[in-house]
């Protein structure tokens, strides 16, 4: 069988992103909205996620599923990432920090909407692979690190937006520290078992708000 080419996987892609928009509006009840953020369905169409996966499961890479990338992490399933960029509403003149890169498919998301991404990654082979890929594809507003997300980047701290990708039984300390009066975490928390995708918004005088969404599954933080 001859293999996909690029006007093959657009056209998946594309019905990527009409899965999201149905599963977005099947459980609009508990996301607390019917429809996401047309910038966020754009840069879903845009961003090619066959790169961000082994070459093996190009062929999967548009189905809404996670998949495996190695080291026994996985790229989260489409839905989840078109979700959490959304409930984040990154917008141009804001500054994302971003724990857990991955091979970079978040970080993508994440730079077509903001205006510049910083991301930590603890394991050094996704950090030059997810660096090598996003360069490739012209993205010039994404620093990447190698270390341990629970500390942030205290270099570029504030920022406005803080994006986990990995879960936890609480919010790290330091991210919290680090985000601005008036700005937003997205994370999964809870424990291996129990898992809840939560917004927590803090406001002018650094109080917190705390809502937690749908039930998730993802790797745990790892910390050094």
């Known amino acids: 069988m001859k293999p996909m080419n690029e006007e093959h996987l657009a056209v998946l892609r594309r019905h990527m992103v009409e899965l999201i928009a149905i599963h977005v509006e099947l459980a609009s009840e508990e996301v607390g909205r019917a429809a996401l953020d047309e910038r966020v369905m754009a840069a879903m169409q845009r961003v090619p996620r066959h790169l961000f996966v082994p070459a093996p499961l190009a062929a999967y890479a548009y189905q809404d599923m996670p998949l495996p990338i190695g080291f026994d ?7 989840i990432v078109a ?8 917008q141009p003149h804001e500054t994302v920090l971003e724990i857990g890169t991955g091979l970079g498919y978040q970080s993508a998301i994440l730079a077509e909407l903001a205006g510049q991404v910083w991301s930590v990654e603890i394991v050094e082979e996704f950090a030059s692979r997810a660096e090598a890929l996003l360069g490739g594809l012209g993205f010039i507003n994404v620093g990447i690190r190698i270390g341990d997300g629970s500390r942030g980047w205290p270099e570029h701290a504030p920022f406005d937006k803080i994006l986990v990708t990995v879960a936890a039984e609480r919010s790290p300390p330091a991210l ?5 009066p008036n700005g937003r975490l997205v994370m999964p928390l809870g424990s291996e078992k129990e898992q809840f995708l939560t917004v927590i918004d803090k406001d002018a005088a650094g109080q917190l708000k705390i809502s937690k969404l749908i039930p998730v599954q993802f790797g745990l933080l790892e910390t050094v």
């Open 176 to 180: 919290l520290e680090q985000l601005k």
């Open 73 to 79: 992490k996985t790229i989260s399933q489409p839905f």
């Open 83 to 90: 979700l959490m960029t959304d409930l984040l509403a990154p």
